[in-house]
């Protein structure tokens, strides 16, 4: 158990560090990508849901590793060398009980991550059962499913073979138009994979939970899938004028009805920023999506390659100090949690 407990909390802690300093970083990617490439911002905000995790789990193998190789790696051993020293903490009066309190903190986020990552599995798979269990082909658009529910909102539900659901009332309620484009910006949510998208960043984002960073992403991220969807759906034709009636009569006819309370209300997901997607596409000129995207990606690659490379840099630079960093972590953690 101990050694599960230390590699917890150094992921946990790595992994909050890292989306700290990813902060202005990440802010300054979305920027560059542009208004117009919604696609692109969704990948910079993604990245800074995904790479602090796996930062802490590549900082929890390592330091685990270093201590596995015995004494002999360690920095406290024939002089004392230059690195993030967990012994003073340990020393305290109360640093035992602190560490070892993280340190079960850290394993219950990581446990709160993997049952989010099951029960939402499990949830998804439930819908689109339950959807195509209870549906009938949309007339006139291939691959979408109309359904009966109690509210009139639009989805994909599913995480390998997404479907297409619309409600009766809102399909009763749009005209062909503005119908076609609430389906093309739903299969283009399924295109892109954005269910399979948004589980990874919500299990992410439970790893570190109390950094508000995480949450700031996690919500720029929604809205930047939201409106990539909208992007692709205008680039294969829809008019943002009938995407914006269609966004319009969907609120429309929500604050109409009452609510119902049921499973399939539960498990469904609510409309992403339907203001701020409409007021963007007043302004958006389509011929503009095409090369924003194609001057993001120009953009997009220096800076990782530059952002990569220095990163590299700073840890061969620093190696010797990382790796004595981790060790001690190591130690000391399965010290207190192992006594």
């Given at each position: 158990?101990?050694?599960?407990?230390?590699?917890?909390?150094?992921?946990?802690?790595?992994?909050?560090a890292?989306?700290?300093?990813?902060?202005?970083?990440?802010?300054?990617?979305?920027?560059?990508?542009?208004?117009?490439?919604?696609?692109g911002r969704?990948?910079?905000?993604l990245?800074?849901?995904?790479?602090?995790p796996?930062?802490?789990?590549?900082a929890?193998?390592?330091?685990?590793?270093?201590?596995?190789?015995?004494?002999?790696?360690?920095?406290?051993?024939?002089?004392l060398?230059p690195?993030?020293?967990?012994?003073?903490?340990?020393?305290?009066?109360?640093?035992?009980?602190?560490?070892?309190?993280?340190?079960?903190?850290?394993?219950?986020?990581?446990?709160?991550a993997?049952g989010?990552l099951?029960?939402?599995?499990t949830?998804?798979?439930?819908?689109?059962?339950?959807?195509?269990?209870?549906?009938?082909?949309?007339?006139?658009e291939?691959?979408?499913v109309?359904?009966?529910?109690?509210?009139?909102?639009s989805?994909?539900?599913?995480?390998?073979?997404?479907?297409?659901?619309?409600?009766?009332?809102?399909?009763?309620?749009?005209d062909?138009?503005?119908?076609?484009?609430?389906?093309?910006?739903?299969?283009?949510?399924?295109?892109?994979?954005?269910?399979l998208?948004?589980?990874?960043?919500?299990?992410?984002?439970?790893?570190?939970?109390?950094?508000p960073?995480?949450?700031?992403?996690?919500a720029?991220?929604?809205r930047a899938?939201?409106?990539?969807?909208?992007?692709?759906?205008?680039?294969?034709?829809?008019?943002?004028?009938?995407?914006?009636?269609?966004?319009?009569?969907?609120?429309?006819?929500?604050?109409r009805?009452?609510r119902?309370?049921s499973?399939?209300?539960?498990?469904?997901?609510?409309?992403?920023?339907?203001?701020?997607?409409?007021a963007?596409?007043?302004?958006?000129e389509?011929?503009?999506?095409?090369?924003?995207?194609?001057?993001?990606?120009?953009?997009?690659?220096?800076?990782?390659?530059?952002g990569?490379?220095?990163?590299?840099v700073?840890?061969?630079?620093?190696?010797?100090?990382?790796?004595?960093?981790?060790y001690?972590a190591?130690?000391?953690?399965?010290?207190?949690?192992?006594?």
């Amino acid at each position: 158990m101990a050694p599960l407990l230390a590699a917890a909390a150094m992921l946990v802690a790595t992994a909050a560090a890292v989306s700290l300093l990813m902060a202005l970083p990440a802010a300054a990617l979305a920027e560059t990508a542009g208004e117009a490439n919604a696609a692109g911002r969704a990948r910079a905000w993604l990245a800074a849901v995904v790479l602090p995790p796996l930062a802490g789990a590549c900082a929890a193998t390592w330091g685990l590793s270093l201590y596995a190789q015995g004494a002999g790696a360690s920095p406290h051993l024939g002089g004392l060398r230059p690195h993030l020293c967990l012994v003073p903490l340990r020393n305290a009066p109360s640093g035992a009980f602190t560490l070892r309190l993280l340190a079960w903190l850290a394993m219950l986020l990581v446990a709160a991550a993997v049952g989010r990552l099951l029960a939402t599995a499990t949830t998804s798979h439930l819908l689109r059962r339950m959807m195509v269990a209870s549906s009938a082909p949309l007339q006139g658009e291939a691959g979408g499913v109309v359904v009966d529910l109690g509210r009139p909102v639009s989805f994909t539900a599913g995480l390998l073979r997404p479907v297409v659901v619309i409600a009766t009332s809102l399909a009763d309620a749009l005209d062909s138009a503005s119908l076609s484009a609430i389906v093309a910006h739903e299969r283009a949510h399924a295109r892109r994979r954005d269910n399979l998208v948004w589980l990874l960043a919500e299990v992410c984002v439970t790893l570190v939970a109390p950094m508000p960073t995480a949450w700031y992403f996690r919500a720029r991220l929604r809205r930047a899938m939201e409106e990539a969807a909208d992007d692709e759906a205008v680039s294969a034709g829809v008019q943002p004028a009938d995407l914006r009636a269609a966004l319009h009569v969907a609120g429309r006819e929500a604050d109409r009805r009452p609510r119902t309370p049921s499973l399939a209300s539960l498990l469904i997901p609510l409309p992403a920023h339907p203001e701020e997607r409409a007021a963007r596409l007043a302004a958006l000129e389509p011929e503009r999506i095409a090369a924003a995207r194609g001057r993001g990606r120009r953009q997009a690659w220096p800076a990782a390659g530059v952002g990569a490379l220095l990163l590299a840099v700073l840890l061969l630079a620093a190696r010797r100090a990382v790796e004595d960093s981790l060790y001690c972590a190591a130690e000391q953690l399965l010290r207190v949690v192992g006594g």
